[in-house]
């Protein structure tokens, strides 16, 4: 008895199994149907709520876009129009606004087989087309059907009234746009929703093609000992997409990309000096990391194919400094040549500023190009040099090498080289400079000496300023020569 209940046991629950397998098919069945048919949903720009841009100067731009859209219960396909062209797919994120809103993510796609006319040939090989042509005898439109046998080169191959041929002349007529060819890149995400209804959603990417800079202004003053400076940054936006009333940050610092991002960068065009003293700043700092991020306080349209500039700071009366710089050589110092003269040796002339407090300065300076004006006896501002500097945290120094003076140069000569052992010799160098202008100036020379060295007799005082470098302070009074006499002990 108790057999034939086991045996009956059995049936029965081999048939729930049964059942439940049939089931679990079945709503997998139902399930894939549903994605087949899921109802889909298309996104523009028309239903952006808000966007951020932050810029890193690297060429790359970090996108989040806000969009409400209406999502049916269960799964919808949400096609997500006008958003970057160069956008990194596997950067991409969506997320509902509202916390504890219950939409999950189940595909994401980047959909970028843009509609183009190469495109539809590719797309009807195989296929029939129509061809609108003027005949050159009668001059009369007249179509033709051809069948697209290939498309390589950019060069359509046609059979034509069973005839192969190619290069015919005319507009191509097609039936319908192919379902997988799209108008402007979009994004595409499978979701599901618990419930009906109108939510925001907030996509993230990073996008290549977005770039910025900054750009400074220093106007001399007619004393050479204070300067107006003023900042701009330049943005510039080749990313495919416009942003309208974004909020825009900018990072300055040296950010790490990994090669495979950085062959798909933007180059943007090179951005223009701007001439405009009165721009008050607009960017609010602050630091992220070990960057410095600033804030445009307002909303600002970004567009597509724009170079946009934007106020960084303003400063007055910042205090400046000119130095005049004569260098010698590393070969110079290896090898005897005595009685050679170097004549005429170019004299390069630096501004240098400090960015902190006292200076009417103190902000972190991303990178970007110093342009340097000065005003003639018109009151004409004229160009006089231009340099680049890197970013500078406040409270250090900026150095800007603008040009070669024109009225102060210089000579060098080695006077004597004798060997004193093996590896050891004693040279003495004389450096004569001449300066024709009206007032007098203070060259710095420096020396880099190779090897171990000992200055063992010298005209001038000097500084070590490391151990490969020597730098005398020589001051040349007007329309006067001054010369700088020394020995050194090299041992190589």
Do not use: C
């Not at 679990?24 to 996104?43: F, I, L, P, Y």
């Not at 004549?343 to 500023?353: D, G, H, S, T």
């Amino acid at each position: 008895m108790k057999r034939r209940r086991s045996a009956a046991a059995l049936v029965v629950a081999a048939g729930l199994l049964a059942a439940s397998a049939a089931w679990q098919e079945g709503r997998a069945a139902a399930k894939d149907g549903t994605r087949e048919t899921a109802a889909k949903v298309t996104s523009t720009e028309a239903d952006r709520t808000s966007a951020e841009i932050t810029v890193y100067n690297v060429g790359l731009g970090l996108v989040k876009d806000r969009r409400n859209v209406t999502l049916g219960q269960g799964e919808s396909t949400l096609l997500f129009m006008d958003v970057a062209s160069q956008v990194i797919p596997s950067s991409v994120s969506v997320r509902s606004v509202k916390e504890g809103d219950a939409v999950s993510v189940l595909e994401q796609n980047y959909e970028y087989d843009l509609l183009s006319p190469a495109k539809l040939l590719e797309k009807y090989v195989g296929k029939t087309v129509r061809i609108r042509y003027r005949s050159p005898y009668t001059d009369r439109e007249d179509e033709r059907e051809a069948k697209v046998l290939a498309y390589n080169d950019g060069q359509p191959v046609l059979m034509i009234d069973n005839e192969v041929t190619f290069g015919v002349p005319g507009n191509y007529i097609f039936p319908a746009v192919p379902p997988d060819l799209i108008a402007r890149p979009t994004l595409s995400w499978l979701l599901g929703a618990k419930t009906t209804g109108r939510r925001e959603l907030e996509a993230l990417y990073l996008t290549n093609g977005m770039t910025w800079r900054a750009d400074y202004v220093l106007v001399l003053g007619p004393e050479e000992s204070r300067a107006d400076l003023s900042g701009w940054v330049t943005l510039d936006n080749r990313s495919g997409a416009t942003f309208r009333s974004a909020r825009l940050k900018l990072v300055a610092g040296d950010v790490n990309r990994v090669r495979e991002d950085l062959g798909r960068r933007g180059y943007p065009a090179a951005a223009k000096a701007m001439m405009a003293m009165e721009a008050a700043p607009q960017f609010k700092e602050s630091e992220l990391f070990e960057y410095h991020l600033y804030s445009l306080e307002r909303p600002t349209d970004v567009k597509n194919n724009q170079s946009k500039q934007v106020g960084l700071l303003a400063a007055e009366g910042v205090p400046v400094r000119k130095e005049y710089v004569f260098y010698g050589a590393d070969q110079y110092y290896r090898s005897q040549h005595t009685g050679d003269i170097v004549r005429n040796q170019k004299v390069p002339v630096f501004l240098l500023l400090r960015n902190d407090k006292a200076s009417r300065l103190g902000m972190p300076l991303p990178k970007g190009i110093v342009r340097v004006y000065k005003r003639d006896r018109d009151d004409s501002l004229q160009f006089i040099g231009e340099n680049t500097i890197d970013h500078t945290p406040k409270d250090e120094k900026v150095r800007l090498m603008l040009g070669d003076a024109f009225d102060v140069v210089g000579d060098r000569k080695q006077v004597s080289w004798t060997v004193v052992s093996g590896n050891t010799y004693d040279a003495t160098y004389e450096i004569s400079l001449r300066n024709h202008k009206k007032e007098g100036v203070t060259v710095r020379v420096v020396e880099p000496i190779p090897g171990d060295w000992k200055i063992l007799e010298t005209t001038h005082v000097y500084e070590k300023e490391d151990s490969r470098t020597a730098v005398f302070p020589v001051k040349v009074d007007p329309d006067q020569e001054a010369k700088l006499r020394y020995r050194v002990r090299i041992r190589f």
